[in-house]
Structure formats: structure tokens, C-alpha cells
């Protein structure tokens, strides 16, 4: 976080030079109290050409408001403000004059100038009191996703009202660039706090953890989640781990700390998907089951009174599909579609990884995120100004670990025939000086490759075994080959896009080589010695044999295979057979990873969905009762 403040904070497209200075400054806040606030400066400095709003390049100044060219920003956007400055500075009639602007989400001002020989851009920020890294005045200045599991970015996440200029106005002559000594002390120390959060284990009392979470970041209201059968108090500061068609039951728990008048409020469970491909952030909400709060459990009228605890009850039922408006861009084929209507698992996010009380690494790759919040909204009038129409929320992380299909989504015929997939290998034997061919060995994978996730946390080994057929073909008297030693290893792949997957996607590499919409971690390997086979007759001088490798699971996370619209993880397993007196062998095949159904809670995924062909609209059926040929 300190690095992102400080540093140069350079543009990737800058215009011929660009210079950064950030002064951080502690000033005495309304309230009597210390804040640290921030002043950074951008200049533009003119070259050959001239500035113009097209080769400024991207700049965020605050998770809501940025610079981007490549993009037109609507009247209601966050970044409006900064746009329309920048073209009145930088646009024909360009008057030289200062032109002001505030982010309507965060403690932001800002100001454009267009002077004889640079662009100068003024950002001031307040980051708030020293306190928790948890505390909003920090969070709304963060961007991705929140200790609260609240996401912070363009026009979402917490929003911390300013009058626009009071920053400026707080922290002062932005000419003079003084910096006390305590203030850059206590700025350092701050920054700190943020920049190194505590781990979920040295802090059980983060909202983003299962067993339950106060969140004392609003002044005015503080918020806790009790998930039933686990206490604020809980020992266990892992995100709770739920399944497919099991209820996530719990209370909220709200106490203000001063007479708060509010409108409406709401528990949703939300399932929302990022990622970050270069420059380009994508989002996605695949799931928003809203649950609204009786009138008959509020007050009348809406006033919430100062200390006094409010608890609100939540149910909600993790769903094994999703509605069809999820996956509504174009497919390839309704397999496709159907594929990306299943609930991901939870991925990504390093406080929700993992099997009950341990946090394990998923391997998902940086900015790639998928997260599920049991969230609190509530909309209210502004404590001091009256403002009506503020809106708070407030989140808690749990994890989801959804079942899925035993079978695998039957890949396109192109890429099961690339060069890469091989599952089948020919080879000739040879023995002795010099080398007389003693026959031919050929060698096939009989069946896909799947593993099974334990219906709870694992405490077993997970593992499978690859069948593997061996045909041997003699050209005189039968002299067995001799088998030495078979091994390999299990590779994890995540494909992910900006824009939306409509095949099942295949690995793309840049110019250079260097992958462009995918990352693949190798595991650890494996190798086993065999003996001998037991060798078959299979007509004239042919013989057969089977050969079982078996495969464990390495102890890391190992999720379950899943397709979205945005993110795709599949697994790979090679394996490499080494025989006597021939080439060895070596096999590339898919591995399918899928989690165990359970049986006591909903129906089957089948039943609870059917095709309306009257309409023409498609809702998701099995993929096996349906034909593979194009929509």
C-alpha cells in the first residue's frame, strides 16, 4: 500500500515525461482528531506533440476514478468528474484555468491545469485517524477486495461521503509542501498497518472470517455476523465451509451509536467473479439472493436508538444452478452454456482458501478472484447532513464448495486432438547387438482420468487409478519387454478473460511466447516400479495386459474442475512409462476433478430444471441428455 502511494505511480502510456510527488501531511480534522491525509501531484510535461486526453494513458488516482482513454465514461460513472475536467483542460478552448472535481465514493479531491509547459494534475486524499486496517476511511481507499469481503472498485464497495474541496480545503497551500516530522512518523506507521494486515489467524475478529465478525469500522454503526453454531467469540478464525443445497443460517446483529433514521435494509448472499487481464478488470455477479427484512421486525418509526442491539435472522440455500441470466452472451454449444450455469467454488482469495482450519493455496493466479458474501445493506440519511439515500454495507466471507458432476463436460474433438493430448503411444522393441526387433508395444489410456473430492473436509487420502492398455506384438518367439519404472505429475490449469469465454478455452500464447489468458502449476511428481504384467494371448503373436498406475492427490487445495463465463480451472496428468530396450512412452490426458453429491439435500440437478422448447429459451438440462451438435 505504501508502495502504491509513494512510488512513482507512473502511467503505463506516458507522454513524453512525466514526473510523481506525493507529501504526506497530518492535519487536526473537525472532530479534534489527528487524520492523515495525502497530496499527490502528476505533470504532463510537453514534448514534440502536445498533450492531449488520448496519450495521457491509464492513471487510477483512487479505486473509483481514473484516467482512461480507451473508455467513455457515463454521467453516473465515478470517473465523470475527472474525465470532463481533463477534456475542458486539454480541449480547444482550453482556457488555462484550474478545474476542480471530487470522487463521489472516497475522501478524494482533485484539480486539472493546463499550464504553459506541463499538465498538472493535484490529487488530495484523507485516509483517516490511525486505527484498524479494517477501519473505512482506509478500506474505501483500497482497491479489490475488502477485509469485510465487500469488493472496492469503480462504482462498488463502502461509500464515505465528503463535501467535495474539504480535503483540499483541510489540508491546505498545497504550495508550500511542508512535512512535519511527527506527521511522516505517524504516516509511516499508518501506512504500515495497511500494507501488512494481520493474518486471519492473529486476528479472529475480522469480518472476512467464518466463525463470526465485528466490524467496528463505522462510527456510526457497528455491525456483527453469528453464523448459527459458531459465536462472535469463535476460536476458529477460517472462513465456514458450506456444500451444495446446505443452508447458511445465522443473525445479524446491528447496535448503533447514534439515533440512525433509515429507509430499507437487506441480507443478500452474493456470488461475484474479477479478473484483471493487463490493463482490462472484469466483473461478474453470478448470484444475488436477496433476502428483505419484515417491517414487523424494525422499528416504527425507521429510527434505529443509539445502543440498543438490533438482531436480524438469514437463511439462504446454496443453489446448484444458476438462473439463465447469468450466461447470457453467445455460446459455442449448450454444453458450453450449461457448463457455466454451475456455482464456482471459492477461489482466489487467500482468507477463504483452504479445508476447515487450514488455509491452503488454491494456485489461483494474481487478480483472478471468486468470492461469496453474506452481505448487509442498508440504506440511511447522512448522521450530519440528513442527506438522504447513503448507503452502507457490510459483508462477511464464506467459503463454497459446490458439488459436481462425477462426468467431465466432453471436450471439442479439436482440442483432445491437439498435439499435446496424446493417449496413445506405438513403440518397437529391440534386444541386444545389433538390435534385432524383438516386436512392437503399443500402449493406450482405456478411460478419462477423475478424482473425487470427499462430500466434507478431506482427512483421506484422495486418490485414483489410470488404466492403462498394453497391447505387445511379437515378431518371432515371445520375449516380454520388461517394464522399469512409470511416473508423472498432475498440472493445474486457469484460463481466464476480460470479456467472456464462449468455448471452452484453449491455451494462447503472445508474439513472444509468454501465455496470455492462462497459468499452469506443476505439482509434485510421482514414480512407481513395476516387475512384470500379467500378459494375455490376444490372437496370433499378440498379447495384452493391464497396466494400473495409481495417482494421490498432492495435499494442497486441489478444487474442483468449473467453467464460468470469465474463469475456467482444468488439471492435466502426465504420466511417463519407461521400458527396456525401447523409447519411453509419454501421455498428456485431462484430469477430471469433481466433488461428491449429496444425496440428503436437493434433488438431482436434472430434475430440478427441463427445456422449454415452446419458448425457445434454454434452461439448463444434463449435459449427457443432450446431442453435441451447435445450438
Not at 513524453?16 to 505533470?43: C, D, M, Q, V
Not at 513403440?427 to 526387433?437: A, C, F
Not at 498394453?470 to 490449469?493: A, C, E, N, R, W
Not at 530396450?581 to 477430471?592: C, I, L, N, R, T
Request: charged share 20%; hydrophobic share 35%.
Amino acid at each position: 500500500m505504501l508502495e502504491k502511494i509513494l512510488g512513482s505511480g507512473d502511467p503505463p502510456a506516458p507522454v513524453n515525461h512525466t514526473e510523481k510527488f506525493a507529501y504526506p501531511k497530518i492535519a487536526t480534522a473537525r472532530n479534534g482528531n489527528l487524520t492523515f491525509l495525502l497530496l499527490s501531484t502528476w505533470r504532463y510535461h510537453k514534448g514534440l506533440g502536445n498533450i492531449s486526453f488520448d496519450n495521457i494513458g491509464y492513471l487510477p488516482i483512487c479505486p473509483h476514478v481514473m484516467i482512461d482513454p480507451f473508455r467513455t465514461w457515463g454521467p453516473h460513472d465515478p470517473s465523470y468528474g475527472l474525465q470532463e475536467a481533463l477534456k475542458m483542460a486539454l480541449g480547444p478552448q482550453g482556457d488555462r484555468q484550474e478545474h476542480t472535481g471530487a470522487c463521489p465514493r472516497c475522501a478524494t479531491d482533485f484539480s486539472v491545469r493546463l499550464n504553459p509547459q506541463f499538465l498538472g494534475l493535484h490529487v488530495w486524499q484523507d485516509f483517516g485517524p490511525e486505527g484498524s486496517p479494517g477501519d473505512l476511511a482506509w478500506e474505501t481507499h483500497c482497491d479489490g477486495i475488502g477485509l469485510d469481503g465487500v469488493p472496492n472498485c469503480g462504482d462498488r464497495g463502502h461509500i464515505l461521503y465528503h463535501e467535495p474541496g474539504t480535503i483540499r480545503k483541510l489540508y491546505g497551500d498545497y504550495g508550500k509542501y511542508e512535512i512535519q516530522a511527527a506527521g511522516a512518523s505517524l504516516a509511516n506507521k499508518a501506512m504500515d498497518l495497511r500494507a501488512h494486515p494481520k493474518h486471519p489467524e492473529e486476528n479472529p475478529n475480522s469480518s472476512s472470517q467464518g466463525g463470526g465478525a465485528m466490524d467496528h469500522s463505522d462510527a456510526i454503526l457497528s455491525v456483527e455476523f453469528r453464523l448459527r453454531g459458531s459465536t462472535a467469540a469463535s476460536l476458529s478464525p477460517y472462513a465456514k465451509s458450506f456444500s451444495t443445497g446446505e443452508k447458511i443460517e445465522g443473525t445479524v446483529a446491528l447496535c448503533p451509536r447514534e439515533n440512525m433514521r433509515f429507509q430499507d435494509i437487506n441480507i443478500s448472499f452474493l456470488g461475484d467473479e474479477y479478473t484483471t487481464v493487463r490493463h482490462a478488470k472484469a466483473h461478474r455477479q453470478f448470484l444475488n439472493m436477496r433476502q428483505s427484512v419484515p417491517d414487523s421486525l424494525l422499528p416504527t418509526p425507521k429510527i434505529f436508538t443509539k445502543g440498543q442491539k438490533y438482531d436480524l435472522e438469514f437463511s439462504f440455500t446454496v443453489p446448484d444452478h444458476l438462473p439463465l441470466s447469468v450466461c447470457d452472451h453467445d455460446t459455442a454449444s449448450r454444453i458450453v452454456r450449461q457448463a457455466h450455469l454451475r456455482p464456482p467454488p471459492s477461489f482466489g482469495d487467500p482468507n477463504v482458501a483452504g479445508y476447515g482450519g487450514k488455509l491452503l493455496n488454491d494456485f489461483a493466479p494474481r487478480a483472478c478472484i471468486v468470492v461469496y458474501t453474506i452481505q448487509l445493506t442498508l440504506r440511511h440519511n447522512h448522521p450530519i447532513s440528513g442527506q438522504a439515500g447513503r448507503t452502507l454495507t457490510k459483508g462477511l466471507k464464506v467459503r463454497i464448495k459446490p458439488t459436481t458432476p462425477s462426468q467431465p463436460f466432453p471436450l471439442r474433438e479439436a482440442i483432445l486432438c491437439a498435439h499435446d493430448f496424446p493417449s496413445y503411444g506405438k513403440r518397437t522393441v529391440l534386444q541386444g547387438s545389433p538390435k534385432p526387433i524383438l516386436g512392437t508395444l503399443s500402449m493406450a489410456i482405456e478411460e478419462p482420468t477423475t478424482f473425487c473430492l470427499p462430500l466434507r473436509d478431506p482427512v483421506m487420502i484422495i486418490s485414483s487409478s489410470v488404466k492403462i492398455r498394453v497391447v505387445y506384438t511379437t515378431t518371432g518367439d515371445p520375449i516380454f519387454p520388461q517394464f522399469k519404472s512409470v511416473g508423472g505429475y498432475l498440472t493445474s490449469t486457469t484460463f481466464f478473460t476480460a470479456t467472456c469465454h464462449k468455448d471452452f478455452p484453449e491455451k494462447e500464447k503472445d508474439f513472444f511466447g509468454r501465455a496470455s489468458n492462462f497459468d499452469t502449476v506443476q505439482f509434485q511428481p510421482f514414480s512407481h516400479s513395476f516387475t512384470s504384467l500379467n500378459w494375455e494371448p490376444d490372437g496370433a503373436d499378440r498379447y495384452s495386459a493391464t497396466l494400473l498406475v495409481p495417482v494421490i492427490l498432492p495435499r494442497e487445495n486441489i478444487i474442483p474442475t468449473f467453467h464460468t463465463c470469465l474463469l475456467s480451472r482444468s488439471y492435466d496428468l502426465y504420466l511417463k512409462v519407461v521400458v527396456k530396450d525401447s523409447a519411453p512412452f509419454e501421455f498428456k490426458v485431462p484430469a477430471h476433478v469433481f466433488a461428491r453429491e449429496d444425496p440428503l439435500h436437493l434433488p438431482s440437478y436434472g430434475a430440478a430444471v427441463e427445456l422449454n422448447s415452446g419458448a425457445g429459451d434454454l434452461y439448463p438440462v444434463p449435459y449427457d441428455l443432450l446431442e453435441t451438435r451447435e445450438p
